[in-house]
C-alpha cells in the first residue's frame, strides 16, 4: 500500500505515542487532515491557532509528553507564535507543523507566504522544511528528538502543498511498517566529583535551602520523588520557582512555599539567609527572584540543570552539575547516605525559624483575609474556597495576572503538575485552553482554569471547543472589571492617572450559556462554595462551567 508524505508524518507521529493534535485546517494542511481521517491520533478542532498552541504546551506540562499543535501557511503559522514563544521560555517539547504553499510557487508572491522557517527559528530548537519524501521519517524523528532530548524545547517541520501529496519510497514504507525504537532518552548523572562534592557542602551546611524550579517537572519522568527523599533526608527547607510549584507539597512541613514576587515575606527571608542553596532545574530567572535581590549572594550555590548555558549565568555557582535532575538528585543522595547524617542540632534551630515564620505570615492581616465575609470579595477568601473545596489531584491552570499572583500566594498547591501555568513568557488567555488540553489528556480528572476577565476575553470563544471536544472544565474568573496589574501599576506609579484599564464587562455568566456551559454568577463570599458545587455538578453532566466572581480589584498584593 503506497503513503504519501502527510501519510507517513502521521504515521510516524502515532507510532511516537501522539495522542492529540491541537490546531485548525486550511488550504496547505488539507492532505494532513485527509491522513488524519484514517488515523488514532484525534485532532481538536480549535477556534485559534494561538490556543491551539497553548493546548500543546499544557499538554505537555500536564504528561511529561510531547505536544503537538498545527497551522495553515501565512497567519495560521504566526498565530502559533506566542504559544510557540511560551514552551521555548519554559523549556516544553511542543512539535508545531505548518503548511506550506507548493515549492514551485515560493518567492513569486504565492498567496499567504512565508518564509516560516526563519520566522519559528529563534523560537525552536529545531526549525525546517521537509524537501524530499524520503526524508519524511528522519525529519520528524530529528524533530523529535530535539524536542524531548537535554533541555526540553519547540521544534518546527514545515509541510509544502505539494511535498505533502508526493509518495514516500518503498524502503521508507517497509520502515514504517517495521515500526521503529527510538534509543531512551539520554538521563546524564552528572559528573561524579561535583555530585561528591555537593553531598559534601549539604551536609557540612547549617542552614541549607533547596530551590525546586520547572526543570523538576520536566525532567523525563520527573524528579518530585527523588527530591522529596532528599530533603526529608537531610531536612532541608524547599522552595519552589513558579513553574516549580508542585514539585513539593506545600502544606509538607519542610515546604517554605513559592519565592518571588508578591510571596510571603518569609520565602526571602529564608532565602537570604541561606548558607548553602541547592537550585535544581531553575533560571533564577526574574519574578522568582524579584529582579534578582532576594537570594543571599554570599550563599554557597549548587547549580543543578540539562542546560549548561543556564548554570553560572545569574549567580556565581560554587558546584555546577549538568544532567537529568532525577537522576542528579539520586546520586547525590546516594552520596549522602554513604558519608552520614547532617549536624541536628545547627539544623533543628533553622528549620524552627521556617515554622516560626510560616506561623508569623498565617496572623497577619493580610492572610486573615481568607476569612473575610466583606464585599466585594477578597481574592484571599476565593483562594482559599476554591483550595479547600477541591482535592489534592486538581489541577489548576492559571493566566497571566494579578489572578495567578492571587492564586500563587493564598492557593496552596500539594501534587506534581497539577499548577499548570503560562509561565515566565506570561502571555494572557491561557488558562481556558490549557485547562481543556488537560482535561481530555486525563478526563478522570478534575480541572479548574483560573483567570482574570482581561485574560477571559483573549479565548473565550475557547468555550466552543470545550463543548463541542467534550471536555468539562470549570473556569473561575477573579473579575475586578479592570486589566489589574496594569492598573495598580498606573495607581502606584504614574499618580493614579488611568488610560485603557477598566473594562466594562458583559454578564460573564450570560456569555457562558450562549456557549451551552453553565453560567454561574457569584458576588458575596457565602455563594462561593454553592457556586464550586454547582460548577462540579455541570461537570458531571459533561458540561464546561463557567463561574464570575466579583472581586475587590483595590485589595493591594503581598509587597
Not at 558519608?339 to 492581616?365: D, I, M, N, Q, V
Not at 476577565?453 to 468555550?463: A, I, K, P
Not at 453553565?518 to 454553592?530: H, L, M, T, W, Y
Request: proline share 6%; glycine share 10%; aromatic share 8%.
Amino acid at each position: 500500500m503506497a503513503l504519501n508524505v502527510a501519510e507517513g508524518v502521521i504515521k510516524v507521529l502515532e507510532l511516537l505515542g501522539v495522542r492529540f493534535i491541537f490546531g485548525l485546517p486550511g488550504s496547505q494542511t488539507s492532505p494532513l487532515y485527509d491522513a488524519l481521517y484514517s488515523s488514532g491520533i484525534r485532532h481538536i478542532l480549535t477556534r485559534h491557532e494561538q490556543a491551539a498552541a497553548y493546548m500543546a504546551d499544557a499538554y505537555a506540562k500536564f504528561t511529561g509528553k510531547l505536544g503537538v499543535c498545527d497551522g495553515t501557511g501565512g497567519p495560521g503559522a504566526t498565530n502559533l507564535l506566542t504559544g510557540i514563544a511560551t514552551s521555548w521560555t519554559d523549556g516544553v517539547p511542543v512539535l508545531a507543523l505548518t503548511g506550506q504553499q507548493p515549492l514551485e510557487h515560493l518567492g513569486k508572491g504565492a498567496f499567504q507566504e512565508l518564509d516560516h522557517v526563519a520566522i519559528f527559528s529563534p523560537l525552536t530548537k529545531f526549525s525546517r522544511r521537509l524537501l524530499k519524501p524520503d526524508k519524511t521519517i528522519e525529519t520528524i524523528l530529528e524533530a523529535y528528538r530535539a524536542a524531548t532530548w537535554g533541555r526540553p524545547s519547540p521544534v518546527h517541520v514545515d509541510l509544502p502543498l505539494d511535498v505533502q501529496t508526493q509518495i514516500i519510497s518503498r524502503r521508507e514504507l517497509e520502515r514504517l511498517e517495521r515500526g521503529f525504537l527510538l534509543p531512551p532518552r539520554p538521563k546524564p548523572s552528572g559528573n561524579p566529583e561535583a555530585v561528591k562534592d555537593a553531598a559534601l557542602l549539604l551536609l557540612e551546611a547549617s542552614r541549607p535551602l533547596i530551590i525546586a524550579g520547572g526543570g523538576v517537572h520536566y525532567s523525563g519522568e520527573g524528579a518530585w520523588t527523588q527530591l522529596r527523599s532528599l530533603a526529608e533526608y537531610l531536612e532541608v527547607p524547599v522552595v519552589t520557582t513558579f513553574n516549580g510549584r508542585g514539585s513539593f507539597p506545600e502544606d509538607h512541613p519542610l515546604s517554605a512555599g513559592r519565592m518571588g514576587v508578591y510571596s510571603p515575606e518569609y520565602t526571602s527571608r529564608l532565602l537570604s539567609e541561606a548558607d548553602l542553596i541547592l537550585a535544581v532545574g531553575c533560571r533564577f530567572a526574574a519574578l522568582s527572584t524579584r529582579r534578582w535581590s532576594n537570594i543571599n549572594p554570599e550563599s554557597t550555590l549548587i547549580h543543578i540543570d540539562i542546560d549548561p548555558n543556564v548554570i553560572g549565568r545569574n549567580y556565581s555557582t560554587r558546584v555546577g552539575i549538568v544532567g537529568d535532575a532525577g537522576t542528579v538528585l539520586e546520586a547525590i543522595l546516594e552520596e549522602v547516605k554513604s558519608l552520614g547524617k547532617p549536624r541536628a542540632a545547627e539544623r533543628g534551630e533553622w528549620l524552627g525559624l521556617l515554622e516560626e515564620a510560616k506561623e508569623s505570615w498565617k496572623r497577619t492581616s493580610l492572610y486573615r483575609r481568607v476569612y473575610s465575609d466583606e464585599k466585594p470579595i477578597k481574592p484571599q477568601r476565593v483562594c482559599y474556597e476554591i483550595r479547600r473545596f477541591f482535592n489534592r489531584e486538581t489541577v489548576f491552570t492559571l493566566d497571566a495576572g494579578n489572578n495567578k499572583m492571587w492564586a500563587a500566594t493564598f492557593l496552596e498547591v500539594y501534587e506534581p503538575r497539577t499548577w499548570i501555568q503560562s509561565g515566565c513568557f506570561g502571555p494572557m488567555g491561557y488558562a481556558l485552553p490549557a485547562a481543556i488540553s488537560c482535561k481530555l489528556a486525563d478526563n478522570r480528572r478534575q480541572v479548574v482554569a483560573i483567570c482574570g476577565d482581561g485574560g477571559f476575553y483573549m479565548s473565550l470563544h475557547e468555550l466552543s471547543t470545550a463543548t463541542q471536544e467534550g471536555a468539562p472544565i470549570i473556569v473561575c474568573i477573579f473579575n475586578d472589571g479592570a486589566l489589574g496589574t496594569i492598573k495598580h501599576l498606573q495607581l502606584s506609579r504614574y499618580g493614579g492617572r488611568l488610560v485603557s484599564v477598566d473594562l466594562e464587562n458583559p454578564s460573564f455568566a450570560k456569555v457562558a450559556e450562549a456557549f451551552n456551559c453553565r453560567g454561574i454568577e457569584v458576588e458575596r463570599p457565602n455563594q462561593i462554595k454553592p457556586a464550586l458545587k454547582e460548577g462540579v455538578e455541570a461537570n458531571r453532566e459533561g458540561q464546561p462551567a463557567v463561574i464570575d466572581i466579583h472581586i475587590d480589584g483595590a485589595e493591594p498584593l503581598p509587597s
